[in-house]
């Protein structure tokens, strides 16, 4: 079992920046990858990042690619998501999730359902 606990979210004005966290713990070896996802109210979960947990490959969705960095710290079992000139349209859920068994697609970064734990994630609101 892994635990996964994210922390960082709170409010925001436009045009400023988080930096969330996500701590893994448990039987956190191996991992494989960590992703970020995001849930805006009426939406549906959608992928932010991910990051090869070994290979330190990095992935960004379209909607954040330019203004955000995802880093690890492999010792400290702990990845990080930081998003600069947040728009309101960033309000959402942030969950991580890691993948700690090997899928057979060998999805570069890995689909969605390819995350075997989950977060509860954390609150991020942009205020305009």
């Known amino acids: 079992q892994v635990q996964l606990v994210e922390s960082g979210g709170g409010l925001v004005q436009a045009g400023g920046s988080l930096d969330l966290s996500c701590v893994a713990s448990g039987r956190t070896s191996p991992t494989y990858y960590m992703g970020w996802f995001r849930q805006a109210p009426g939406k549906e979960r959608e992928f932010v990042g991910a990051i090869n947990w070994n290979r330190g490959n990095l992935y960004y969705a379209d909607s954040v690619k330019g203004r955000s960095a995802i880093t690890k710290n492999n010792a400290e079992n702990t990845a990080r998501l930081q998003i600069g000139g947040l728009k309101p349209e960033d309000t959402a859920v942030y969950y991580c999730?890691?993948?700690?068994?090997?899928?057979?697609?060998?999805?570069?970064?890995?689909?969605?359902?390819?995350?075997?734990?989950w977060g509860r994630g954390t609150q991020v609101t942009v205020s305009s």
């Open positions: 999730a890691a993948q700690t068994r090997k899928y057979a697609s060998g999805n570069n970064p890995p689909h969605p359902d390819e995350y075997d734990y």
